[in-house]
């Protein structure tokens, strides 16, 4: 969905819920695995997210530029964090990366994820990894399938009914 001028429309949770999100906002960030390999939230809403990560020499390849993994590791949590902004507990049943360019050390990668489609039970997305900076230089382009379980986080009853039957 885009706005007049063409821009994409990022759906947020609604202002009667804005507090479940914000705890689910806490739940995202307090990730352990995060703090591992640096990565940073930089935004998320109901079916999106995205994250960033700057690559250091610790974490290059024998050639000298951002690992596979590191890549792939902000990718897959800006999918974490789509996959389960409705609140509704997901885990990955596949993430398919193709590499398009190698990350520099030094230069800050960014992961966008969008959702592609939701069912009951899965929801597809696809993440674009891109090098920050002027010209937005694609690095990976990744497709990812969750399953999307009848759990909640923060709990079941927390959230609308109609919530529920909706997301």
């Known amino acids: 969905m885009t706005d007049p001028g063409g821009r994409e429309l990022r759906p947020q949770w609604p202002e009667d819920l804005q507090s479940l999100a ?7 960030r307090s990730n352990p695995y995060l703090r591992r390999i640096a990565v940073e939230i930089d935004d998320w809403g109901l079916g999106w997210a995205r994250t960033r990560a700057m690559p250091s020499a610790e974490l290059a390849n024998v050639i000298g530029t ?3 993994g590191v890549v792939v590791g902000l990718a897959d949590t800006a999918f974490e964090i789509a996959c389960n902004s409705y ?7 596949e ?3 193709h ?4 990350g520099e050390v030094g230069k800050p990668l960014v992961a966008e994820t969008r959702e592609v489609s939701r069912s009951t039970r899965l929801a597809s997305y696809e993440i674009e990894v891109t090098e920050a900076g002027g010209n937005s230089k694609p690095v990976a382009t990744l497709l990812a399938l969750a399953y999307r379980t009848d759990r909640w986080h923060l709990g079941a009853d927390r959230y609308p009914d109609d919530w529920k ?3």
């Open 99 to 102: 590499f398009l360019a190698p």
């Open 66 to 68: 951002a690992h596979g």
């Open 95 to 97: 993430l398919t990366a």
């Open 87 to 93: 609140g509704r507990l997901c885990v990955a049943v």
């Open 165 to 167: 039957a909706r997301h």
């Open 22 to 28: 914000a705890e689910l906002d806490a739940l995202f």
